[in-house]
């Protein structure tokens, strides 16, 4: 019974494309492991940029400077 856990940032996901994350990883249990799609569960779970942070800053840094340089 595969437990597939995906983590994102909270940046505007849309339902659809959430939707289509589900759809898509429970396919790849069934084309790769032969796993059944009822007894696939997919979990999303959206963290706030404040809280993800990556090279020693938190993306809400990253996002803020990213887009200071591009002015």
Same mark, same amino acid.
């Given at each position: 019974?595969?437990?597939?856990? @995906?983590? @994102? +940032? *909270?940046? /505007? !996901? +849309?339902?659809?494309? #959430? *939707? *289509?994350? @589900?759809? /898509? =990883?429970? $396919? ?6 032969? #796993? #059944?799609? $009822? ?13 993800? /942070?990556? !090279? /020693? ?5 990253? *996002? %803020? %400077?990213? =887009?200071? =340089?591009?002015?």
């Amino acid at each position: 019974m595969p437990y597939i856990s @995906i983590k @994102i +940032t *909270r940046e /505007g !996901a +849309t339902a659809e494309q #959430k *939707r *289509r994350l @589900i759809e /898509g =990883a429970t $396919q790849l249990m069934v084309d790769v492991l032969d #796993k #059944k799609p $009822q007894q696939t569960f997919v979990v999303i779970e959206e963290i706030d940029t404040d809280s993800w /942070g990556v !090279a /020693g800053e938190t993306v809400t840094e990253l *996002r %803020r %400077r990213e =887009a200071g =340089a591009s002015d």
